[in-house]
Structure formats: structure tokens, C-alpha cells
């Protein structure tokens, strides 16, 4: 029993390294619709604050794409990409664009590397179209019913014999 509890520590204690130096990216969120200039954010796991400056983002080589089996479309190219922080303080990747996105979703890869590893993650954006209930709807106004006005009484002949 003791032999076994010794190995199984040992094993534990080798891979554990391997594990600390693990960077994980969470989903993305996009602040944009379709036809404005693109901004979105992807949440970091598993980074600390100081490491986040060795943390190195782009979009993903021709090469990636044809094996994910994604198109490189020429639109991606004026993606960019900058790690930071968000309003809570987590460290995140922003994706920005400076040119208004006309395609209704985006399908790309990102390249993400750092002192202990490299990460290739594929994301797909739907970009709805703009919100333009800001507006308060017209008023309509109610049709007015009027009374039905009575009809004339005509005096009846006597009937003919």
C-alpha cells in the first residue's frame, strides 16, 4: 500500500508542473453590430496579472486556417489584437477593427502565445444588425366612433285595396 501511495505522489508531483503553466481563453463577447467597426473581448483564465505583458495575440497563420478547415477571409487582416484588463479587472484580449464589419459573422483563428506554451482557438461572431428601438414609437391617435344618426321616418301609405 505504501509503495503504491509513494507512486502515485510522485506522478502527481511530476506533472504538476505541466499543469501551472496552463493559459486557458474563454468565450467572446462583441459590443458591435453588423456595419459598425468591430469590438469584442475575450476572457483570459489562468494568468496572472504580471504575466499578462508576455502574452502574445494574432490572428492565426494561412496555414492554421486550411487545418481547421476555415476560410481566411481578406476582412480578418484588419483584425487587431491587444491583451488588458476589463472594467472588473480580469485579464482579457481585445479584438478591434477600424473598419466598419459588412459580413453578418466572423469565423476566425487566434494565435496565442506565452512563455510556457502556444494555444490556436477558432471563434464565430454573429453580428446582429443596429438596435433602433431607442425611439419611443408613434402615438396613434384612437378613431372616434360617432353615434349612427337616426334615419328619417317616412310616413307609410295605406295600402291600396
Given at each position: 500500500?505504501?509503495?503504491?501511495?509513494?507512486?502515485?505522489?510522485?506522478?502527481?508531483?511530476?506533472?504538476?508542473?505541466?499543469?501551472?503553466?496552463?493559459?486557458?481563453?474563454?468565450?467572446?463577447?462583441?459590443?458591435?453590430?453588423?456595419?459598425?467597426?468591430?469590438?469584442?473581448?475575450?476572457?483570459?483564465?489562468d494568468v496572472q496579472p504580471d504575466e499578462l505583458a508576455a502574452v502574445k495575440v494574432l490572428l492565426a497563420s494561412e496555414a492554421e486556417f486550411d487545418k481547421a478547415g476555415a476560410p481566411r477571409a481578406a476582412f480578418l487582416a484588419l483584425l487587431?489584437?491587444?491583451?488588458?484588463?476589463?472594467?472588473?479587472?480580469?485579464?482579457?484580449?481585445?479584438?478591434?477593427?477600424?473598419?466598419?464589419?459588412?459580413?453578418?459573422?466572423?469565423?476566425?483563428?487566434?494565435?496565442?502565445?506565452?512563455?510556457?506554451?502556444?494555444?490556436?482557438?477558432?471563434?464565430?461572431?454573429?453580428?446582429?444588425?443596429?438596435?433602433?428601438?431607442?425611439?419611443?414609437?408613434?402615438?396613434?391617435?384612437?378613431?372616434?366612433?360617432?353615434?349612427?344618426?337616426?334615419?328619417?321616418?317616412?310616413?307609410?301609405?295605406?295600402?291600396?285595396?
Amino acid at each position: 500500500m505504501f509503495r503504491k501511495l509513494t507512486l502515485v505522489s510522485a506522478v502527481s508531483l511530476a506533472l504538476l508542473p505541466a499543469a501551472v503553466g496552463a493559459l486557458g481563453l474563454g468565450g467572446i463577447g462583441t459590443e458591435s453590430a453588423l456595419n459598425e467597426p468591430f469590438s469584442g473581448q475575450i476572457e483570459l483564465s489562468d494568468v496572472q496579472p504580471d504575466e499578462l505583458a508576455a502574452v502574445k495575440v494574432l490572428l492565426a497563420s494561412e496555414a492554421e486556417f486550411d487545418k481547421a478547415g476555415a476560410p481566411r477571409a481578406a476582412f480578418l487582416a484588419l483584425l487587431s489584437f491587444n491583451t488588458g484588463f476589463s472594467a472588473q479587472g480580469q485579464p482579457i484580449i481585445r479584438v478591434t477593427s477600424s473598419e466598419p464589419v459588412r459580413e453578418p459573422y466572423l469565423e476566425f483563428l487566434i494565435e496565442v502565445t506565452w512563455p510556457n506554451g502556444r494555444l490556436i482557438q477558432e471563434y464565430t461572431v454573429l453580428l446582429d444588425p443596429p438596435v433602433t428601438l431607442d425611439r419611443a414609437p408613434p402615438q396613434v391617435a384612437q378613431p372616434e366612433i360617432a353615434a349612427p344618426e337616426p334615419l328619417p321616418v317616412v310616413p307609410s301609405e295605406p295600402p291600396i285595396p
